[in-house]
T-cell receptor, first 109, second 114 residues
Framework: DAKTTQPTSMDCAEGRAANLPCNHS???????VYWYRQIHSQGPQYIIH???NNETNEMASLIITEDRKSSTLILPHATLRDTAVYYC??????????FGTGTRLTIIP | DGGITQSPKYLFRKEGQNVTLSCEQN?????MYWYRQDPGQGLRLIYY???????QKGDIAEGYSVSREKKESFPLTVTSAQKNPTAFYLC?????????????FGSGTQLSVL
C-alpha cells in the first residue's frame, strides 16, 4: 500500500487559505487520494477525494500533481472550527485506508 | 438525520470478559467496516463486510469477532483473546468496496480495560 508523508503541524491565520501538503510518491494507478480530518475523540470527517483531476466541493479544494506523487488540500477561508488533525490517505479497494502521520492544523485568531 | 451511530461512547472491560460494540447505519450502505485507532496512530482495519451474512478479516482480526445479520447493523465483539483491547474503535460504512467510494465514520467507542 502506498504511504503518505505530511508535515507534523501547521498554523494558519483565521480567514486566510490553509494549504496542507501531502507526499504519496508510491501511489499506484488505481489508488485514490482522500482527505479526512479528526477532532480529538471523534470519528474522522470526510473532506474530499480524487484520482487524477483537481476537485472542489463546499469544504475544500484538492490539487493533485500531474505525476500524482503529491497533493495539496486547500481550505479557502479557514475558521477556528477548522482546527483539527488532517489525514491524507491513499485508498485501494476493500476500504483499506493507509494513513499518513497527519497534520495538526491550528487556526490562529 | 442519516448517519452512523456507535454505542456506547465509553466502555470498560474486565479481565476475561467479552464486550460488544454497537454500530448502526441508516445510509442504506452495503459495506461496513471496523477500525482500531491507538493514540497518535492511524486506523487499522479489523473486519469488513460487503453484504449481509458475509464478512472478511482485515489486518488485525485476532481476538475480535463480528456478525452481519442485518444491512443496518455490524456489531463488533472484543473477546478475552484480545490481550491489548484498550483503543478507540471506529465503525464506517460505504456504498461499496471500490476505491472511489468514500467512507463515512461513526463517532467512535473508547474501550478501556479495568
Amino acid at each position: 500500500d502506498a504511504k503518505t508523508t505530511q508535515p507534523t503541524s501547521m498554523d494558519c491565520a483565521e480567514g486566510r487559505a490553509a494549504n496542507l501538503p501531502c507526499n504519496h510518491s508510491t501511489i499506484s494507478g488505481n489508488e485514490y487520494v482522500y482527505w479526512y480530518r479528526q477532532i480529538h475523540s471523534q470519528g474522522p470527517q470526510y473532506i474530499i477525494h480524487g484520482l487524477k483531476n483537481n476537485e472542489t466541493n463546499e469544504m475544500a479544494s484538492l490539487i493533485i500533481t500531474e505525476d500524482r506523487k503529491s497533493s495539496t488540500l486547500i481550505l479557502p477561508h479557514a475558521t477556528l472550527r477548522d482546527t483539527a488533525v488532517y489525514y491524507c490517505i491513499v485508498r485501494s479497494r476493500i476500504g483499506k485506508l493507509t494513513f499518513g502521520t497527519g497534520t495538526r492544523l491550528t487556526i490562529i485568531p | 438525520d442519516g448517519g452512523i451511530t456507535q454505542s456506547p461512547k465509553y466502555l470498560f472491560r474486565k479481565e476475561g470478559q467479552n464486550v460488544t460494540l454497537s454500530c448502526e447505519q441508516n445510509l442504506n450502505h452495503d459495506a461496513m467496516y471496523w477500525y482500531r485507532q491507538d493514540p497518535g496512530q492511524g486506523l487499522r482495519l479489523i473486519y469488513y463486510s460487503q453484504i449481509v451474512n458475509d464478512f472478511q478479516k482485515g489486518d488485525i482480526a485476532e481476538g475480535y469477532s463480528v456478525s452481519r445479520e442485518k444491512k443496518e447493523s455490524f456489531p463488533l465483539t472484543v473477546t478475552s483473546a484480545q490481550k491489548n483491547p484498550t483503543a478507540f474503535y471506529l465503525c464506517a460504512s460505504s456504498s461499496g468496496l471500490e476505491a472511489g467510494e468514500k467512507l463515512f465514520f461513526g463517532s467512535g467507542t473508547q474501550l478501556s480495560v479495568l
